[in-house]
């Protein structure tokens, strides 16, 4: 529903603006997106595949610590990390003073420093911040190769370099495609660090058109835009993974024998592996925790407390409600034989492709409408106004967070049903056990480990989210995401400052959680 009511609002706006976009700020959108998408990309792609390749295929100091350290810029918000680094290069931050103090400058005048909010420094704190999907992928492309190929190569006189460029990154091309396209997905979508550096991107202008120009069907139009960017980004997604594959040659692989580094050479890579885990996560938790402690007042602000019940209460019901919803569904297409159902489920899982500003809008035009239709009718017949029931309330947050997140539920709710044999259930429903007994007494209890990480990361990633809540939140209903965006916009990073640690907190149990299950899969 809010992906084709964005485009019945593009095709049929209240004020057709699309000639005028066309000739003045649509372009000028789309070459800032396209610039920033392909350098988040080309960046993220770099640094993730080669922390990647050297965490697999060396051991040198603290190589075994840094394989889960890089997973945690991925509890970092990228929002969080444009404060952070604005906050410590700007003219008042430790680096300019310290500059100033060394060479004994007086004023901005006497030295020349690169501007700080640009497209550059865009592309740096999202690329911290989304180099953890192409690292990941990329890892797991490499663990699956088989250690005789690496030692052919060897055997042959393939050096370090040839070996990563002729074998190793050929035949993971797809995983790194996949994890590349995923972050320019997120590049595209992102609200937060775009404008907090004030580059004019298709999402900026989607809020821009509809909040300051008031023109919603232009904003609608813009959001298409990005709809069809996504749309080609996941085409050259899966087209990556099906064009090109690669298989084992025997049957059981053999392991991938680590070279060790050892002196100044193993030391060097340890630094060069560490410097994304600096940027993505040390430096904004060091910013950001160095606020929070000046000021500890903030803690007990009214604003932060009414921010974090609000936020608990839109993501628990938002992730109880979206898991829930997934099993259910999930269940039903595996009783139905119909093919119908299991043809409908992957579509569930678009709103997941879908940027938060274009659910926003596609979400509340019609809900809106539906809810000044009710109001009236109730006050027809009763003669009491209610007020907007869903619009004025929650509901639409929750809502969106429902569609945005589902995918997230969906797949966890598929692969755990799955893992469980036929032949349980089955004898379940021979001892008498309804089909709802079934769910409830053999699947529940079987697959409890995975719901509560379905339900742990649609939490997450709740959150997190701040384009859709900024959009779709009733009047002066703050989200920790939200309060960290108003008060940062304001320049009031020490009153941000707990809101985006408790934010960070949250998205460290989920990777903590994620190192754990990757460890104990490796175990197995």
């Not at 060394?102 to 690169?114: E, G, I, M």
């Not at 080609?232 to 993974?241: D, G, N, P, V």
């Not at 043809?343 to 940027?355: D, I, N």
């Amino acid at each position: 529903m809010p992906i084709f009511a964005v485009i019945w609002i593009a095709f049929h706006p209240t004020e057709n603006i699309w000639p005028h976009l066309l000739a003045t700020t649509l372009p000028r959108y789309a070459m800032t997106t396209g610039i920033l998408a392909l350098g988040v990309a080309l960046l993220s792609a770099c640094v993730g595949t080669g922390t990647a390749w050297l965490v697999t295929m060396y051991r040198f100091p603290l190589s075994k610590t840094l394989e889960w350290l890089l997973l945690l810029p991925l509890a970092i918000p990228a929002y969080v990390g444009a404060y952070a680094l604005v906050d410590f290069l700007e003219f008042a931050g430790p680096v300019q003073t310290l500059l100033r103090n060394v060479f004994d400058w007086r004023s901005a005048r006497d030295y020349a420093f690169p501007e700080i909010r640009s497209i550059g420094s865009a592309i740096i704190v999202l690329s911290a911040a989304l180099t953890p999907y192409v690292f990941l992928l990329a890892r797991a492309a490499f663990r699956e190769h088989s250690g005789s190929v690496y030692e052919v190569s060897r055997a042959l006189g393939a050096g370090p370099f040839a070996r990563f460029w002729r074998v190793g990154l050929p035949m993971a091309r797809p995983a790194i495609a996949a994890g590349t396209a995923i972050v320019m997905m997120e590049t595209v979508s992102d609200y937060g660090t775009v404008s907090y550096f004030a580059v004019q991107t298709l999402t900026t202008g989607i809020f821009s058109t509809w909040l300051e120009g008031g023109n919603a069907g232009g904003a609608a139009q813009i959001a298409s835009v990005v709809l069809l960017v996504v749309l080609l980004l996941l085409t050259f997604e899966k087209s990556s993974r099906g064009k090109a594959r690669y298989h084992s040659g025997a049957r059981h692989p053999r392991p991938i024998l680590a070279i060790k580094l050892t002196g100044a050479q193993g030391w060097l890579t340890t630094f060069v592996c560490f410097i994304p885990f600096a940027v993505g996560f040390i430096l904004p938790v060091a910013v950001i925790l160095s606020h929070a402690l000046g000021e500890p007042e903030q803690w007990l602000a009214p604003g932060l407390i009414s921010a974090f019940k609000n936020t608990l209460t839109v993501a628990g019901i938002a992730s109880l409600v979206t898991v829930t919803a997934a099993l259910f569904m999930v269940y039903g297409v595996r009783l139905t034989g119909r093919a119908l159902p299991r043809l409908a489920l992957p579509f569930t899982t678009l709103g997941y492709a879908a940027p938060g500003a274009v659910l926003g809008i596609g979400i509340l035009f019609p809900l809106a409408a539906f809810d000044n239709a009710l109001a009236d009718l109730i006050l027809k017949l009763t003669g009491h106004e209610i007020g907007l029931l869903f619009t004025g309330s929650a509901f639409a947050i929750i809502f969106a967070y429902t569609v945005r997140f589902f995918a997230i539920a969906q797949g966890a709710a598929d692969a755990a049903m799955g893992r469980v044999a036929p032949s349980l259930p089955m004898a379940a429903r021979s001892l008498g056990q309804t089909l709802g007994g079934t769910l409830r007494r053999v699947y529940i209890p079987l697959i409890r480990g995975s719901v509560g990480t379905a339900l742990l990361l649609v939490f997450v990633d709740c959150v997190k989210e701040l384009p859709a809540t900024l959009l779709l939140r009733p009047f002066n209903y703050n989200t920790l995401a939200t309060r960290v965006h108003e008060k940062a916009s304001l320049e009031q990073l020490e009153q941000a400052s707990p809101a985006a640690l408790l934010v960070i907190a949250v998205g460290l149990v989920a990777v903590i959680l994620m190192a754990r299950s990757e460890n104990a899969s490796d175990l197995t």
